[in-house]
């Protein structure tokens, strides 16, 4: 896999990816995994951030802090980058958050967009995609294609993947090599119909119980 795409390996992310695979897994618990997974997602892509520093005081002594400088912008693939918005939130309380809406068409597998709240202008510096999982990577790509054609320099955005495919990865790799990609796991084979095996099901219908 290209250089850019990193896939994480701890311990608490593993337990909790297999907890969101099992089927007998309830909504309640499959939200709350999927939140926590992409915080560790949201901390570990967020590591080479920029940042500022400022003087304040303590109850003790003057001290010299640090914050985070760019502007972030939070970009949630609708509707299941829905469930990873809140954790990344958690972490960037002053962030921007843009819905993008694309939904795959059943036959062709093609991203179909009906949705799209980008303002007229760049407002961020640095932009968090987030897509629960990445199957075909078609869906990905077209998100991807509509925060260049804003704007934004791919060298400033960040995907973040719960659980993504192999193949679904070089084709996003393949048409955006410059761009950073974090996911919590990658699974080798994906189906006909676009699906990934083992992979964990619906994501958006396991978030929002309408199985």
Request: glycine share 8%; with cysteine.
């Amino acid at each position: 896999m290209s250089n850019n795409i990193n896939v994480l390996n701890h311990p608490v992310v593993n337990a909790k990816l297999s907890q969101l695979r099992q089927t007998s897994t309830s909504t309640k618990e499959f939200r709350e995994g999927v939140h926590q997974i992409s915080t560790f997602l949201g901390i570990e892509a967020s590591r080479s951030l920029q940042e500022s520093t400022f003087e304040g005081t303590t109850p003790v002594a003057p001290f010299t802090g640090k914050a985070i400088k760019p502007q972030i912008g939070l970009t949630p693939i609708l509707r299941a980058g829905l469930g990873m918005t809140e954790s990344l939130l958690d972490l960037f309380p002053t962030a921007k958050v843009y819905h993008i809406g694309l939904f795959r068409e059943k036959i062709s597998l093609q991203p179909v967009e009906y949705y799209s709240k980008l303002p007229s202008e760049v407002t961020v510096d640095v932009c968090y995609l987030l897509d629960p999982l990445v199957a075909t990577g078609g869906t990905a790509c077209a998100a991807l294609q509509m925060l260049v054609d804003w704007g934004l320099d791919v060298k400033n955005i960040k995907l973040l993947s719960v659980l993504a495919s192999e193949e679904g990865l070089k084709k996003i790799s393949q048409e955006f090599p410059e761009l950073e990609i974090w996911a919590a796991a990658v699974d080798p084979t994906l189906t006909v119909e676009g699906i990934i095996v083992p992979g964990l099901g619906d994501t958006g219908d396991r978030l929002f119980n309408t199985l």
